[in-house]
């Protein structure tokens, strides 16, 4: 982050705790301990600043490099939007996110983008994805969804993870962002991930407590998570990530997996 002070916008303290913070070239969205729900970069907001988002969007786009529908549960500052409408103008989104509040936030202070391939709804996002009709399925599905006590629990549950994954493409994944902090909770939910997915993969973040879990229909495609160098570079410069590290994140899980099998057979 930049050294230059920082500039309080927005803040209410009202039910739930949002400020927006200006600092440099930067704009954050905060909820409640100053924790950072979302961050864009002013002069180039369809780069992703955030690592967990980076580690979401490599990882997505390593096995589903060219999505036609998404849906994202969770809209916070709208980083993620601004990213598919630079590199991504053709995805058609679902954009959900359950507080009114939130969204207008994002329209005001973080040029929320909408338009003709970019929908945003304000909904609960079980009750919402309930709605949706399975002949129009998504080719991924993105979960951000935290409230001021972390994962929200009705997204992160059995019943969403159950509805999310008759709710995909033939290849289609969902993407989630989990926070490991609370390990009783990050169990609760690491555990329905397992229950209502055919297989699953979970990335930690570098230097972070976040890990982002990939969700399949059917075996990893360990094959497309873990490219050649040369693939790695092209999407990088592509999109201003780091695949290689990603890439190698997603990697070593594979490994570890490994030796566990091993130890139990």
Known sequence: MSSQPKKV????????????????????????????????????????????????????????????????????????????????????????????HVIDIAREYFHLPENGKIAVHCDDGLHFLAGQSVAEPYDIILLDAFNDNGMARNIYSNEFFKLA???????????????????????????????????????????????????????VPWSSLCPANAVLHVLADRYKIDFKEVSAAAKSTMKLGEKLQCLFH
């Open 165 to 219: 994954g008759q709710s995909l493409s033939s290849r289609g994944i969902i993407c989630g962002n989990l926070w490991s902090g609370d390990r009783r909770e990050y169990a609760r939910v690491k555990k329905a991930i397992v229950k209502h997915s055919a297989a699953s993969v979970f990335i930690p973040v570098r230097q972070r407590e976040n890990i982002v879990a990939l969700l399949f229909r059917s075996s």
């Open 9 to 100: 916008l927005h803040v209410c303290r009202e039910k739930n705790f949002t400020e927006v913070v200006e600092q440099g070239e930067y704009r954050s969205l905060h909820f409640q301990g100053s924790v950072v729900q979302s961050r864009i970069a002013l002069n180039e907001p369809g780069r992703l600043v955030l690592r967990y988002t980076h580690y979401m969007m490599a990882a997505s786009l390593l096995v589903m490099p060219r999505p036609s529908r998404v849906l994202l549960i969770g809209i916070g500052a709208g980083a993620l939007l601004q990213f598919f409408k630079h590199h991504l103008p053709l995805c058609y989104i679902d954009a959900v996110d359950y507080s009114q």
